[in-house]
């Protein structure tokens, strides 16, 4: 019974989604919830139930028989874990995020989506897989553009670069197929660690088409582009998700497939750079510069959620160069990161939705002083950042500081420095964010804006509750790494409920934040005993003596919050960060005009016979040629 | 009028209060300034605060904003327009704070007693802890002054503060008397412009005066 | 004159100048309000490319404003000062903000101080003076030690301190003007 | 009594302790700079007085923001301090210098949060320079750091200043005489003297973040500084000049590396912020890449 709940979890939601399709959207939204909630309680039962899975065979025309299989890994159970758990989270927040006025029609598809998702992390074939990244894809694009003209191009975008991956990767499954035989991702994995010192050629040749497919899926360098603008243009409910749990594909892509075959080849096999296979080097340098890219676009960003999105591309540069360094070390710091930017990542944008669902603004530099009306919020944005930038006691420092080990481990300095550079960076933008958005003078078109619904801050209080826990007790999360480390061939870290171990030294995170806790006790004492304090309006300011209302200068003039880091912008003139961008656009003319091309051929009755003629060249020269 | 001596009770409550003189010592070694440049009296301060004098080593210094300072030094005269500026600057200081008037013209308006933008008693609008006679006082009375404005607060005599605190309302209607007035002091003035007529619309009054 | 300006002037403005040299380098032109404006266009055109200042001067005694303008070059290293006057009961002049865009603040401080009007100026709000109701204070019939004196004394705010432990200085309108 | 009792009395006094000595090397730094534009100058305990009286004042604040910001700030500085190793002993048993780079920062965003909840917008501008500052120095500051990491293959700043503990010939300063020379420029930068200090410039953004400081937030500000202080040379102490072996040797080195700061600060003026910043890549960052490609290869 317990095997048969793998398809359930897969196809329930997809089908259920489409039936939803007809249904009114409150009730959609209370489906999609309850039905997370179920998913959430059968995928957490899962594990104990051991090892599973479920088979199912149909046959192929041409190329015999297809057995499709689901299964439990390690791996994929902890990813499947901790999606469905923040997918309920998110679902509550939802619930409340679509009242009336802000109601959009996503519920079936994120259904769907979540179906999806479960496939991927549940597939252990090709096929299956394959499916499922696809349905995903499909969903997603639906999503982002939920019916607005704008949306809909960010859609588009999203959806040439991710067409390209998964080109890419089909022509990957392709040729592992005609070299093994089989569907099985198991197999693929032995035998293309075998071709890397037999038949290196054709091995490389099937990992960077799938390494292809991975990056473009977690926007890792030349493909960071796309998350500023899906991220941004998606429904802010939407956007944790993808922010959270979409980006991560990638990552599982990278851990399913690519990290095993390198951990399985012996050492020596190809040639290494710093004690890493130079193709994981470059998968390192490349994740760098994408953190340093995203890093800096995020400083001078204005949006919002463009800015967390360009965070988002950082973090996931954080977490590449965590695969990348091939220590068991580096991955646990990468799935670590991956959970961790999970929650601060979910936080955010969770929180930046109840801002745009009580303010309905995404310009930074209009918002201001929010934290004085919404403080759950506010605590959950300023918890959210300070995870993000990596700081103790809360967990974003725990696999920060991991990947750091990693990287000395095989001291790979220069990578390291690149991702300073990014975590100092980080908390530029990061307090651009929180001061623009919560700090600073309150408009007084938002002096009446209300705290968020109850169920938007439940969920954005459990998300603080879960980043604290992890940051002081890390071994809630890394003691579940070490199967999957084992699984994957790896040695076991060294890990408690309240330490780490890394190569240089060992840290133990509950005393960090037990001392960064009697610290502040110590100052809270002074401040008490210090002079009595009296609390003045927020107007009353410093300003040379003058009153700023004579001046006509309200609130709203009065924040310091456009064009922020406006003295340092000439610093980072020199960097070409916008070649990409330039190639993408000129490729996407060229799309253009082929297709207009296309077009004008078939769509003009008149040149159909120019059409007919065409093919029939087309014919006899492919029949010449064979 | 109601007699209550603030300073006597000042210092009765002083008394009752064991730490009064040791708080007095760190208030009174430690006195930040915020100077406000008004009239020629800046002049006389960087002298005071360099190598000649050295005020730092009397625990003195300049700070950037009231908020951070105690004492606020009106150097020279005071026009209406600033005055609003002090009182403003004064309010957002925090307690204990003092004032020192420099030269005459903040006690009776000095040269400029007559001259219509100037005031001509500081004392009227925020309360003064010190004054210094002189036009411009040099670098060694300012020091005195200083110096016995310590002395002051170490007695607990320099309770500026806390009679704006307690008269505010004789305080608010001078400054309001000055500042907030609603009709004119001597003859109201009727602008003939005042309906911002064009070019055209005054040549044709012109030309129309003239045929009259 | 290095650049022979006076006699330019003459013949290009003929009647509707008087021309002066007050001393080696600075020349007086008087003319009529209406014709400021092409004269100083003219000068402009001549190299004299700075209005350095512009102010007025209260003749009470003939009841006339009198505006100059300082117009310097920077070739010839000449100034010259263009003088009209204006009726004082009625004074208002056309304003040279098209020609020299910076003229607008001293054309407002003449406003304020004056009382002169200048249509076309877009700006003539009070600049230096605090919720001023009374005569321009820059007029001669404007007695500013009254304005004082009715102001500022103790006397005048109608107030005596009403605390004991300090002694203001005290300076009535009497005795005040006993030290005159 | 038990042993994690007696823990907290000796961080509370360590934290008390380092206030203490900030606010001793801030006193006598003012009595030097005043020596050095040849005046009396205050005396040394002026800096404990005038803490004192700040805390006597009262004090404005705008919300509870503020509070919260202000406290923070001075909590994680002095909780960075309880990881400084104060000749050669280290009162957790851990010392890592990342735990030191990244706690340093709670102080940082505590204090940015602390002040731009005020609303003025002096400190915001302030901040931002501060933290466009941090990009400046901590890079290259970082880089030394590995180079000395990768070396040692610990990151722990005990095991530094035990390596150097046979005299003055054994100091990382002969080791790593590049790494050095960008550190003090970082160094300088990191407390903000001149000619990097940009956010606290009293004539352009009234001082900065301290803006809308007041009373106890205000002596709050001063001891922030001086434990930064305590913190800052400490590293540099433990990092180059060999740690000590007692705690007046300690003092007297943390003393000398501030000393060199003030006395650089005493005749500089300041850079603008872009130029600061790119004073910052160009020199520092060099140097420390040099030293860190130097030790990556040969060392």
């Keep these: 019974?317990?095997?048969?709940?793998?398809?359930?979890?897969?196809?329930?939601?997809?089908?259920?989604?489409?039936?939803?399709?007809?249904?009114?959207?409150?009730?959609?939204?209370?489906?999609?919830?309850?039905?997370?909630?179920?998913?959430?309680?059968?995928?957490?039962?899962?594990?104990?139930?051991?090892?599973?899975?479920?088979?199912?065979?149909?046959?192929?025309?041409?190329?015999?028989?297809?057995?499709?299989?689901?299964?439990?890994?390690?791996?994929?159970?902890?990813?499947?874990?901790?999606?469905?758990?923040?997918?309920?989270?998110?679902?509550?927040?939802?619930?409340?995020?679509?009242?009336?006025?802000?109601?959009?029609?996503?519920?079936?598809?994120?259904?769907?989506?979540?179906?999806?998702?479960?496939?991927?992390?549940?597939?252990?074939?090709?096929?299956?897989?394959?499916?499922?990244?696809?349905?995903?894809?499909?969903?997603?694009?639906?999503?982002?553009?939920?019916?607005?003209?704008?949306?809909?191009?960010?859609?588009?975008?999203?959806?040439?670069?991710?067409?390209?991956?998964?080109?890419?990767?089909?022509?990957?499954?392709?040729?592992?197929?005609?070299?093994?035989?089989?569907?099985?991702?198991?197999?693929?994995?032995?035998?293309?660690?075998?071709?890397?010192?037999?038949?290196?050629?054709?091995?490389?040749?099937?990992?960077?088409?799938?390494?292809?497919?991975?990056?473009?899926?977690?926007?890792?360098?030349?493909?960071?582009?796309?998350?500023?603008?899906?991220?941004?243009?998606?429904?802010?409910?939407?956007?944790?998700?993808?922010?959270?749990?979409?980006?991560?594909?990638?990552?599982?892509?990278?851990?399913?497939?690519?990290?095993?075959?390198?951990?399985?080849?012996?050492?020596?096999?190809?040639?290494?750079?710093?004690?890493?296979?130079?193709?994981?080097?470059?998968?390192?340098?490349?994740?760098?510069?994408?953190?340093?890219?995203?890093?800096?676009?995020?400083?001078?960003?204005?949006?919002?959620?463009?800015?967390?999105?360009?965070?988002?591309?950082?973090?996931?540069?954080?977490?590449?160069?965590?695969?990348?360094?091939?220590?068991?070390?580096?991955?646990?710091?990468?799935?670590?990161?991956?959970?961790?930017?999970?929650?601060?990542?979910?936080?955010?944008?969770?929180?930046?939705?109840?801002?745009?669902?009580?303010?309905?603004?995404?310009?930074?530099?209009?918002?201001?002083?929010?934290?004085?009306?919404?403080?759950?919020?506010?605590?959950?944005?300023?918890?959210?950042?300070?995870?993000?930038?990596?700081?103790?006691?809360?967990?974003?420092?725990?696999?920060?500081?991991?990947?750091?080990?990693?990287?000395?481990e095989k001291k790979m300095v220069f990578v390291a420095t690149a991702l300073f550079f990014a975590s100092t960076g980080a908390f530029l933008y990061l307090f651009r964010g929180l001061h623009t958005i919560f700090l600073g003078q309150l408009s007084p078109r938002f002096r009446n804006v209300k705290e968020a619904p109850p169920l938007m801050s439940l969920s954005m209080i459990v998300l603080m509750i879960l980043m604290l826990a992890a940051g002081i007790f890390p071994g809630l999360v890394t003691g579940r790494f070490n199967d999957i480390l084992v699984a994957a061939g790896l040695n076991p870290i060294k890990t408690t409920l309240y330490s780490m171990t890394g190569s240089t030294t060992s840290i133990n995170s509950t005393l960090v934040a037990s001392v960064f806790a009697l610290a502040v006790g110590v100052v809270f004492f002074l401040f008490v005993i210090g002079g009595r304090k009296r609390r003045v309006k927020m107007m009353d300011n410093y300003t040379c003596g003058e009153d700023p209302l004579d001046w006509n200068v309200g609130p709203d003039r009065y924040h310091y919050g456009y064009d922020f880091y406006q003295p340092i912008k000439g610093l980072f003139s020199w960097m070409p960060l916008g070649v990409v961008e330039k190639g993408y656009n000129a490729l996407g003319r060229f799309m253009e005009r082929l297709g207009n091309l296309v077009t004008s051929i078939s769509a003009d009755g008149t040149r159909l016979g120019w059409s007919f003629v065409l093919g029939v060249i087309l014919i006899i020269v492919i029949g010449v040629v064979k | 009028m109601e007699m209550d001596n603030l300073y006597l009770a000042n210092l009765r409550e002083e008394k009752q209060n064991m730490w009064g003189g040791l708080v007095n010592y760190f208030r009174k070694r430690s006195m930040w300034m915020l100077y406000y440049c008004t009239g020629c009296g800046a002049i006389e301060l960087p002298p005071t605060m360099t190598s000649r004098y050295d005020m730092e080593r009397l625990g003195m210094?300049?700070?950037?904003?009231?908020?951070?300072?105690?004492?606020?030094?009106?150097?020279?005269?005071?026009?209406?327009?600033?005055?609003?500026?002090?009182?403003?600057?004064?309010?957002?200081?925090?307690?204990?704070?003092?004032?020192?008037?420099?030269?005459?013209?903040?006690?009776?308006?000095?040269?400029?007693?007559?001259?219509?933008?100037?005031?001509?008693?500081?004392?009227?609008?925020?309360?003064?802890?010190?004054?210094?006679?002189?036009?411009?006082?040099?670098p060694q009375a300012i020091i005195d002054a200083f110096e016995k404005l310590m002395g002051e607060i170490q007695e607990g005599k320099a309770i500026g503060y806390k009679r704006y605190e307690k008269h505010y309302d004789w305080y608010k209607k001078n400054q309001d008397a000055v500042l907030g007035r609603t009709e004119a002091v001597l003859k109201p003035w009727n602008d003939p412009f005042a309906s911002n007529p064009s070019v055209d619309e005054l040549m044709a009054l012109e030309k129309g005066e003239s045929n009259v | 004159m290095s650049d022979n300006i006076l006699a330019r002037a003459g013949k290009m403005h003929g009647d509707k100048i008087e021309c002066r040299e007050k001393y080696k380098a600075q020349l007086e032109i008087k003319t009529h309000r209406d014709y400021v404006l092409n004269l100083l266009t003219w000068l402009k055109s001549e190299r004299y490319v700075h209005l350095s200042f512009m102010s007025c001067i209260d003749w009470i005694e003939e009841n006339e404003f009198e505006l100059v303008w300082h117009v310097f070059s920077y070739e010839s290293k000449n100034h010259i000062l263009v003088k009209t006057r204006l009726n004082r009961e009625k004074p208002w002049m056309h304003t040279a903000i098209n020609i020299w865009p910076h003229v607008q603040p001293y054309e407002q401080e003449i406003h304020e101080m004056f009382g002169v009007y200048f249509p076309g100026n877009p700006d003539l709000s009070g600049l230096f003076l605090h919720n001023w109701l009374d005569l321009p204070p820059l007029r001669k019939d404007f007695i500013a030690k009254d304005y004082s004196l009715a102001l500022y004394t103790t006397d005048a705010l109608g107030l005596t301190p009403p605390f004991d432990d300090i002694d203001i200085v005290e300076i009535t309108a009497e005795e005040s003007r006993d030290g005159e | 009594m038990n042993a994690y009792a007696l823990l907290g009395i000796k961080l509370i006094g360590v934290s008390f302790g380092s206030m203490a000595v900030g606010l001793l090397f801030m006193g006598l730094g003012r009595k030097v700079t005043a020596r050095i534009q040849r005046r009396m100058g205050p005396p040394f305990y002026q800096s404990?007085?005038?803490?004192?009286?700040?805390?006597?004042?009262?004090?404005?604040?705008?919300?509870?923001?503020?509070?919260?910001?202000?406290?923070?700030?001075?909590?994680?500085?002095?909780?960075?301090?309880?990881?400084?190793?104060?000749?050669?002993?280290?009162?957790?048993?851990?010392?890592?210098?990342?735990?030191?780079?990244?706690?340093?920062?709670?102080?940082?965003?505590?204090?940015?949060?602390?002040?731009?909840?005020?609303?003025?917008?002096?400190?915001?501008?302030?901040?931002?320079?501060?933290?466009?500052?941090?990009?400046?120095?901590?890079?290259?500051?970082?880089?030394?750091?590995?180079?000395?990491?990768?070396?040692?293959?610990?990151?722990?700043?005990?095991?530094?200043?035990?390596?150097?503990?046979?005299?003055?010939?054994?100091?990382?300063?002969?080791?790593?005489?590049?790494?050095?020379?960008?550190?003090?420029?970082?160094?300088?930068?990191?407390?903000?003297?001149?000619?990097?200090?940009?956010?606290?410039?009293?004539?352009?953004?009234?001082?900065?973040?301290?803006?809308?400081?007041?009373?106890?937030?205000l002596g709050i500000g001063f001891l922030l500084h001086a434990v930064q202080l305590y913190v800052e040379t400490g590293l540099i102490v433990n990092l180059f000049l060999g740690g000590a072996s007692s705690w007046y040797v300690m003092l007297v080195k943390m003393f000398a590396v501030y000393f060199t700061t003030l006395s650089i600060n005493a005749v500089m003026a300041r850079y603008r912020i872009e130029q600061g910043i790119r004073h910052l890549w160009i020199w520092a960052g060099s140097f420390g890449l040099l030293q860190l490609i130097y030790t990556r290869i040969w060392g």
């Design chain 1, 1 to 408: 019974m317990t095997s048969n709940m793998l398809p359930f979890i897969v196809i329930a939601p997809v089908l259920l989604g489409l039936l939803m399709l007809s249904m009114p959207k409150r009730l959609n939204w209370w489906i999609f919830f309850l039905l997370n909630i179920v998913l959430a309680g059968v995928i957490f039962t899962l594990k104990s139930k051991g090892a599973m899975s479920f088979t199912f065979q149909w046959t192929l025309f041409g190329t015999g028989k297809v057995v499709q299989k689901l299964g439990v890994t390690p791996l994929g159970w902890f990813f499947l874990a901790i999606s469905s758990a923040a997918t309920l989270l998110f679902s509550m927040f939802s619930l409340d995020f679509n009242d009336k006025k802000h109601s959009t029609a996503i519920a079936p598809l994120w259904l769907m989506l979540v179906g999806a998702t479960n496939g991927i992390f549940l597939s252990q074939d090709w096929i299956s897989f394959f499916i499922s990244w696809e349905l995903m894809s499909w969903t997603s694009l639906f999503i982002i553009g939920h019916g607005k003209t704008s949306s809909f191009k960010a859609g588009i975008y999203y959806y040439a670069l991710s067409f390209f991956g998964t080109m890419a990767m089909m022509a990957g499954i392709w040729l592992l197929f005609h070299r093994t035989g089989s569907w099985e991702i198991s197999s693929g994995v032995l035998k293309t660690a075998q071709d890397l010192s037999s038949h290196r050629g054709f091995a490389l040749t099937v990992l960077s088409l799938f390494t292809v497919a991975f990056l473009a899926k977690s926007a890792l360098f030349p493909f960071h582009m796309w998350p500023q603008m899906a991220h941004a243009e998606a429904p802010d409910d939407f956007s944790a998700y993808l922010s959270g749990i979409m980006i991560k594909y990638g990552v599982y892509g990278l851990l399913l497939f690519i990290v095993p075959v390198f951990a399985l080849t012996p050492r020596g096999t190809i040639k290494s750079i710093s004690g890493v296979p130079w193709p994981m080097y470059i998968l390192a340098v490349m994740s760098a510069l994408t953190s340093v890219i995203g890093t800096v676009m995020a400083i001078f960003t204005n949006d919002m959620k463009k800015l967390m999105a360009w965070s988002t591309v950082a973090n996931v540069g954080y977490i590449g160069v965590g695969l990348a360094t091939g220590t068991s070390l580096g991955y646990a710091a990468a799935m670590f990161h991956t959970v961790n930017h999970m929650m601060f990542k979910g936080g955010i944008f969770a929180s930046l939705a109840a801002v745009k669902y009580r303010t309905g603004e995404r310009e930074m530099h209009r918002l201001g002083g929010l934290a004085y009306v919404m403080p759950i919020t506010f605590f959950t944005f300023l918890l959210g950042i300070i995870a993000a930038a990596g700081i103790p006691p809360l967990s974003g420092f725990n696999s920060k500081w991991m990947i750091f080990q990693a990287l000395f």
């Design chain 2, 61 to 138: 210094g300049p700070m950037a904003t009231p908020r951070q300072a105690d004492l606020l030094l009106i150097t020279g005269y005071l026009s209406v327009k600033t005055l609003k500026r002090v009182i403003w600057s004064y309010e957002q200081m925090q307690e204990p704070k003092y004032v020192v008037g420099f030269g005459s013209c903040p006690i009776n308006g000095g040269i400029y007693w007559d001259a219509y933008p100037v005031i001509n008693h500081l004392e009227a609008f925020i309360p003064v802890d010190m004054s210094i006679a002189g036009c411009m006082p040099r």
């Design chain 4, 48 to 217: 404990f007085i005038d803490v004192i009286k700040c805390f006597t004042k009262t004090s404005i604040t705008h919300n509870f923001v503020m509070d919260l910001g202000i406290i923070m700030a001075l909590g994680g500085l002095i909780a960075t301090a309880f990881f400084i190793p104060f000749a050669n002993f280290s009162i957790l048993g851990s010392s890592s210098v990342v735990i030191v780079l990244y706690l340093m920062s709670i102080g940082y965003l505590g204090m940015a949060m602390g002040v731009s909840a005020s609303g003025n917008p002096n400190a915001t501008i302030g901040i931002s320079r501060a933290l466009a500052l941090m990009m400046g120095y901590e890079i290259p500051f970082v880089m030394v750091i590995m180079a000395m990491l990768i070396t040692y293959n610990s990151s722990d700043l005990l095991t530094y200043a035990v390596a150097q503990s046979n005299g003055i010939g054994s100091w990382h300063i002969w080791k790593y005489p590049l790494g050095f020379i960008a550190v003090e420029i970082a160094f300088q930068a990191m407390v903000g003297e001149a000619p990097y200090d940009h956010m606290i410039a009293p004539a352009e953004i009234a001082s900065g973040p301290m803006v809308e400081l007041s009373g106890k937030y």
